[in-house]
Antibody
Framework: QVQLQESGPGLVKPSETLSLTCSVS?????????WGWIRQPPGKGLEWIGS???????YYKSSLRSRVSISVDTSKNQFSLKLSSVTAADTATYYC?????????????????WGQGTLVTVSS | SYELTQPLSVSVALGQTARITCGGN??????VHWYQQKPGQAPVLVIY???NRPSGIPERFSGSNSGSTATLTITSAHAGDEADYYC?????????FGGGTRLTVL
């Protein structure tokens, strides 16, 4: 069974960099799939941040691209999110997830497995 | 940027059929996926590629895509189906989520 678990600071100061790690068990990241981050501000809907393949191919939400970096560490079977210059608007529950991308019939990106989420608050 | 439109809320009587819609431009060329999110929990994929159910999802959940609107249908609604439901597509190398629909089971 594929399981994902987010970890990282629950409180980040404004203008600093938010850093989170997602540990994956039950599947080797280097075997395939994209690995992504989604966030949800309190009381609001889901917002995709970005997704990365183990070999480095990545996609990011355009409005966040200048501040976001996703990386994969296959040796630790983890992937990470860095979001720079955070403000209160970045306060959210952050989820990591495995993203199915495509097969021989086409492209159907969607998220099959999710972590439980971690709340990150941006405040001084 | 691409937008998906969902009703804010849908109500259904216990045991009846609930239908949650999702709309967007040029929908016919896209495949729609649906997630269920209960309070305090992570989203769960309930329908992928318009009408496919992941293993473990009850047959009561079904999906369709008419080309202009996608619909998540929940037959014989249970109290446990009360949740937020989000549709999602892939557009221009971007994941797009709908705003979400709160399903209330009366």
């Amino acid at each position: 069974q594929v399981q994902l678990q987010e970890s990282g600071p629950g409180l980040v100061k404004p203008s600093e960099t938010l850093s989170l790690t997602c540990s994956v068990s039950g599947y080797s990241i280097s075997s395939g799939y994209y690995w992504g981050w989604i966030r949800q501000p309190p009381g609001k809907g889901l917002e995709w941040i970005g997704s990365m393949y183990h070999s480095g191919q990545s996609y990011y939400k355009s409005s966040l691209r200048s501040r976001v970096s996703i990386s994969v560490d296959t040796s630790k079977n983890q992937f990470s999110l860095k979001l720079s210059s955070v403000t209160a608007a970045d306060t959210a529950t952050y989820y990591c997830a495995r993203m199915y991308y495509s097969d021989t019939t086409g492209y159907y990106p969607h998220f099959e497995y999710w972590g439980q989420g971690t709340l990150v608050t941006v405040s001084s | 940027s691409y937008e998906l439109t969902q009703p804010l809320s849908v109500s259904v009587a216990l045991g009846q059929t609930a239908r949650i819609t999702c709309g967007g431009n040029n929908f016919g060329s896209k495949h729609v996926h649906w997630y269920q999110q209960k309070p305090g929990q992570a989203p769960v994929l309930v329908i992928y590629r318009d009408s496919n159910r992941p293993s473990g999802i009850p047959e009561r959940f079904s999906g369709s895509n008419s080309g202009s609107t996608a619909t998540l249908t929940i037959t014989s609604a249970h109290a446990g189906d009360e949740a937020d439901y989000y549709c999602q597509v892939w557009d221009s190398s971007t994941v797009v989520f709908g705003g979400g629909t709160r399903l209330t089971v009366l």
